[in-house]
Nanobody
Framework: QVQLVESGGGLVQPGGSLRLSCAAS????????MGWYRQAPGQQRDLVAS???????DYADSVKGRFTISRDNAKNTVYLQMNSLQPEDTAVYYC?????????????WGQGIQVTVSS
């Protein structure tokens, strides 16, 4: 069984910064792509950023130039540095990982973490 645990969310003023972390644990052989999604109330869950095992990132247009995704393969951890946050970034952020583990390959999600941007 694989678990993804997010941390680092909270309340921040417009223009501020937060750094999210997501650590994967379990009987992991390899982690392929990792990513961050977000879901605002009444909205669908959308991709924010993803990163390959080799470190190649991809971003939603709405966060390009403000957010940076990175990962530490030795720690099975992915990060999301969020700068110049705006109220429209308010959402529950979910970590996602494509994992090859003891029971096979599967897609795993964290429990979600709240990010609120408000003055």
């Amino acid at each position: 069984q694989v678990q993804l645990v997010e941390s680092g969310g909270g309340l921040v003023q417009p223009g501020g910064s937060l750094r999210l972390s997501c650590a994967a644990s379990g009987s992991i052989f390899r982690i392929y792509d990792m990513g961050w999604y977000r879901q605002a109330p009444g909205q669908q869950r959308d991709l924010v950023a993803s990163i390959t095992s080799g470190g190649s990132p991809d971003y939603a247009d709405s966060v390009k130039g403000r957010f940076t995704i990175s990962r530490d393969n030795a720690k099975n951890t992915v990060y999301l540095q969020m700068n110049s946050l705006q109220p429209e970034d308010t959402a529950v952020y979910y970590c996602n990982a494509d994992v090859y583990e003891r029971m096979g390959r599967g897609d795993y999600w964290g429990q979600g973490i709240q990010v609120t941007v408000s003055s």
